[in-house]
């Protein structure tokens, strides 16, 4: 139906504010962070054009790399240790366990805590000298250590941990809608077949779970991108630089080491990464939405 | 239920493989549960305790010093006063954010999905695909745009900031929720001439009472738990709560009060634990609602 003009104007007017966010901060902000990334500023913003300079100076910057092969090797065992766990803490809870309620809600309650609490809580049980570490010799294994978090090569380790315990609930509760997704039918024709249930999780259940393995994938994905928090509040990015971030990485160039080049630069760089993960995701989800 | 259809017969025998099950579920939950633990007890214990004694081993005395001490006189930088002033802090940052969020979002939500409007479906691609962006890309911008409008670092300026990076889901979550009622609804209102906000305020948003729930929920446990954005838009006299527990515990000179510490840490999960275990299942609503985009 053709719309009248106060109606009209009311729908523009309604819709202003998401337009104003669109072109300003989403659409503006980012032009300007790109444009910032070619420039040679320092402390304050300039336009002396310097071309792929900075992202040059990134590709050399020790304190990037580190960040970079951080975010990597956290990225790769968060999402995967994350979707394992929880999608078997999904499995155990569908088996019609007693008090489901109650495990679901130990479960998830994590993931309503933030990563600021997570890494604090972390990196006290994780702490050398009175955590895990002293009760593991306290029982009488007198050798034990758990010291990663006081070591370079292993502190990132100890981010993963945290990490895992804080989103594993929220993957185990996007697997719990999948699996009671799955048509009863499936499981009875399993049984008359005489197919034990793990062969039918693995050949029938898990195929079939795609969508929400995707959804979890890509919200696991976006967190590891978005990781700061938990680096801040946990190591500080330490020991040294052992567990540095992208994210922390533009944060303390723009706010604390003055070097607004690199800083977008290295901002630019995680932009275009996400979109080249999240793009194809929301293109296979408007093309399912077609067929649906 | 759906999973009445899992086990067969023979419900009073417990079999090897359900012993195994439990025994998984019980390792698992005491994984989940021991930080908690850990938290309320350290919290609970004396300093001198907690160097000699074991960091599960449950306190000798319970005392609440620790509490009052994180709530009336940690230190974080310069000023004692507790971590009571990032409570309330938060708290004026909270409550603006959450209503004016959930406004915009429901009317954007609401004009994108009734209302035909040209480029509907382009602004809100546009919107979820910004959804995933870090944060990182659009700060300093920000910051330069609200210094240029006289705005600054203050509680305006970090209730502006909640609500625009609170825009995408509320849209989407209000937008899918008005696109589920049956159209007939709107349709009638409109042949009895009511208007774009008549409909709104008078239909739609009574009818989207649980969506609103949910959007409380949701926007509450994330602004509560936010961490960046009040660090660099609310200002030194607005810093929220989390940026002043991690100042608390990680800018302490000299010997670390781990009961403190811990006291401060659970005072700041509160709130959204108390949201979390208040609501029950509408959380895992809002997860469901929130995340799975499109």
């Known amino acids: 139906m053709r719309l009248s003009l106060t109606s009209r104007l009311s729908v523009i007017s309604a819709l202003l504010p998401a337009l104003m966010v669109m072109l300003v901060v989403y659409i503006g ?11 040679n500023s320092r402390m304050l913003p300039n336009n002396n054009f310097v071309g792929f300079r900075q992202y040059e100076l990134l590709l050399t910057n020790d304190r990037w790399l580190t960040s970079v092969h951080n975010v990597i090797i956290y990225g790769v065992l968060f999402v995967s240790l994350a979707l394992l766990i929880g999608f078997l803490l999904a499995v155990a809870i569908d088996q019609r366990v007693r008090a489901e309620d109650t495990i679901r809600s130990i479960y998830l309650y994590p993931y309503a805590m933030s990563f600021v609490v997570t890494g604090l809580v972390w990196q006290w049980l994780l702490n050398p000298t009175l955590g895990i570490q002293h009760v593991l010799r306290s029982w009488g294994f007198a050798g034990a250590t758990f010291d990663w978090i006081v070591r370079p090569e292993t502190a990132i380790y100890c981010l993963v941990i945290a990490g895992v315990w804080q989103a594993s609930g929220l993957v185990m509760a996007i697997m719990l809608a999948g699996l009671r997704g799955v048509d009863d039918e499936i499981w009875k024709a399993a049984r008359v077949d005489g197919l034990p249930k793990w062969r039918v999780y693995i050949s029938i259940v898990i195929p079939m779970m795609g969508a929400s393995f995707a959804t979890a994938a890509v919200l696991l994905s976006t967190a590891v991108v978005r990781l700061y928090d938990l680096s801040v509040s946990m190591t500080n990015g330490g020991p040294g630089i052992a567990s ?24 630019t760089t995680m932009l275009i990464t996400v979109i080249a993960v999240v793009a194809p995701y929301l293109y296979w989800r408007a093309r399912k939405g077609e067929v649906r | 239920m759906s999973a009445t259809a899992l086990s067969s017969g023979r419900p009073r025998r417990i079999s090897p493989a359900r012993w195994g099950l439990y025994a998984f579920i019980l390792i698992t939950a005491l994984y989940f549960l021991l930080p908690l633990y850990v938290m309320i007890v350290t919290s609970l214990k004396p300093m001198a305790e907690i160097r000699q004694g074991n960091l599960l081993a449950l306190p000798a005395s319970p005392s609440l010093a620790a509490w009052v001490k994180a709530w009336t006189s940690a230190c974080t ?35 994108l999905s009734l209302w035909r409007v040209r480029g509907a479906n382009i602004l809100f691609g546009a919107m979820m695909v910004v959804a995933f962006i870090p944060y990182q890309v659009f700060i300093y911008p920000l910051v330069r745009v609200f210094s240029f409008t006289g705005l600054g670092q203050s509680l305006a300026t970090i209730v502006t900031i909640h609500t625009i990076f609170g825009l995408p889901t509320m849209t989407l979550l209000f937008r899918n929720y008005f696109t589920s009622l049956p159209v007939e609804l709107f349709k009638a209102a409109r042949i009895d001439g009511a208007g774009f906000y008549q409909i709104y305020a008078r239909i739609m948003m009574p009818m989207a009472t649980p969506m609103i729930v949910v959007a409380v929920i949701l926007q509450t446990t994330g602004i509560w738990n936010d961490f960046i954005l009040g660090l660099v838009f609310a200002g030194r006299d607005n810093l929220p709560m989390t940026v002043q527990l991690n100042n608390i515990v990680n800018s302490t000179q000299g010997e670390r009060a781990y009961n403190v510490d811990m006291a401060a840490t659970l005072l700041t999960a509160l709130l959204p634990l108390v949201v979390y275990f208040g609501s029950g299942r509408w959380f895992v609503r809002g997860i469901a609602a929130g995340a799975v985009k499109g």
């Open chain 1, 29 to 39: 902000a980012t032009s300007w962070t790109a444009w910032m990334s070619l420039t």
């Open chain 2, 77 to 111: 930088g310069l000023t004692c006063e507790g971590i009571r002033i990032g409570f309330f802090n938060s708290l004026r940052i909270l409550v603006p954010s959450v209503v004016i969020s959930i406004l915009v979002g429901s009317l954007t939500g609401y004009a």
């Open chain 1, 244 to 267: 540095e971030v992208p994210a922390k990485f533009v944060m303390d160039h723009l706010f604390e080491r003055a070097n607004i080049g690199l800083a977008t630069a290295a901002a």
